[in-house]
């Protein structure tokens, strides 16, 4: 473990906490409407990988899925009544793919069974909120997916090891939430676009 590791896990931490503040306020607010099914998946999963990290050994790397755990359960108790979406039989079968994995590590003591598993269903659990982020990216608060993008990263160098079964979640982490970033920012310009030439050709 390198001596950069405990900083990085802090920051990993932070950084994971304070991504989910913003959000929070804008669902509040109701500019930000989660989808209900996705954030039901991502909570439950954010358990599952707490789990598994700790059982492969994870210490300050594990901060950040601890705080992940907390405050996704957080958005989606707020998404409960704030949200769109309901939870349909696909949903819940995701769900059962995670707990899967966690009957795998359980009796065949593989925890990175179990991260893969939740990696899966993380991957799918985004997919469903892809089409209403697309239609309309101003749904989705921006800035808490850049940062998660940033407390995934930070958490990888956390492991302070090359260690497949510690780092394969934060990377993924850091990646899926930075390709979300960017497509919410990619659909902001264009939906920007069109309707700044929609506007000059009314004014013309």
């Known amino acids: 473990m390198t001596a950069l590791a405990p900083v990085l896990g802090v920051l990993a931490g932070l950084i994971g906490a304070l991504d ?3 959000y929070l306020r804008d669902v509040l607010r109701g500019s930000t409407r989660p989808h209900r099914g996705t954030w039901l998946i991502w909570s439950a999963l954010a358990v599952v990988v707490c789990l598994s990290q700790w059982a492969d050994g994870a210490s300050w790397s594990l901060i950040m899925m601890l705080t ?3 405050f996704t359960t957080a958005v989606f108790g707020v998404a409960i009544s704030r949200g769109q979406g309901g939870v349909t039989t696909t ?3 995701l769900v059962a793919v ?3 994995g966690v009957g795998g590590w359980l009796l065949l003591d593989e925890p990175v069974v179990a991260t893969v598993c939740v990696v899966a269903a993380d991957l799918i ?9 697309y239609r309309d990216p101003t749904s989705e608060t921006l800035v808490t997916y850049v940062f ?3 407390s995934g990263a930070l958490a990888a160098g956390a492991v302070g090891a090359v260690d497949a ?3 394969i979640y934060p990377i993924y982490y850091c990646l899926a939430n930075g390709a979300l970033a960017v497509l ?3 659909r902001r310009t264009v939906l920007g676009s069109h309707i700044s030439r929609s506007s000059a050709q009314e004014r013309s």
């Open 148 to 150: 998660a993008s940033i």
């Open 125 to 133: 659990a985004a997919a469903m909120m892809m089409p209403k982020t």
């Open 68 to 70: 992940q755990a907390v």
């Open 20 to 22: 989910t503040i913003p």
């Open 98 to 100: 995670a707990a899967a």
């Open 165 to 167: 079964a510690l780092l």
């Open 91 to 93: 949903e819940l079968m």
């Open 184 to 186: 919410i920012q990619h």
